[in-house]
Each structure stands twice: as C-alpha cells, then as structure tokens.
C-alpha cells in the first residue's frame, strides 16, 4: 500500500496561518522585477502565499508586507492591481 500522499502546506504573509497550498493565493515576482498573482501557482519566481480572503488582501497593503517578501520597494500601483485582480477571481 503506498503511503499517503503528503499535502503542501504554505504559510500566509499576512496572518502567518497555515494552510494547504491549493487553498491559497500565491503573488510571484519574476526574474524581471513584474509582481503579479499567480492563480495557477506554477508561475516561475519568488513567490509568496496568502489567504484566500479579503481581511488578509487588505493587510497585505495596510502593512506593505510585499516589500519584506520580495525585499524590494514595491509600488502602491501594485498593490492596487494586486486587489483589483483578486475581486475579479471572487
């Protein structure tokens, strides 16, 4: 009998939760410097996980926590675009 298949499980920059990976929303900065959202979280790049919630989007940019994950200045126009492209999965 195969062992049990193991479950991803990634941590939210926001409320530091854990969760399976499936269920969260991943932000990836690729080698060019481009942050986006990565529905399929195949995309290559750093990336960074958050909760698939409203709460944890509007902390994301209350408290600039893109700038400590990528270690980067990340402009208020991504955060903007970041939350616009999250609605319009919802």
């Known amino acids: 009998m195969p062992a049990p298949r193991k ?6 920059i ?3 939760e ?10 990836v900065k690729n080698a060019a410097g481009e942050i986006s959202l990565d529905f399929s ?3 290559p ?4 996980y958050l909760c698939n919630s409203e709460a944890c989007v509007k902390r994301l940019r209350k408290q600039r926590l893109l700038n400590r994950a990528f ?9 903007t675009r970041i939350e616009e492209e999250f ?3 919802k």
């Open 7 to 12: 479950i991803p499980m990634r941590q939210c």
């Open 14 to 16: 926001a409320c530091r």
């Open 18 to 27: 854990e969760k399976p990976k499936r269920e969260m929303l991943r932000v």
């Open 41 to 43: 979280g195949k995309l």
């Open 45 to 48: 790049g750093r990336g960074a």
């Open 71 to 79: 270690s980067c200045e990340v402009s208020e126009e991504i955060y």
């Open 87 to 89: 609605r319009a999965e």
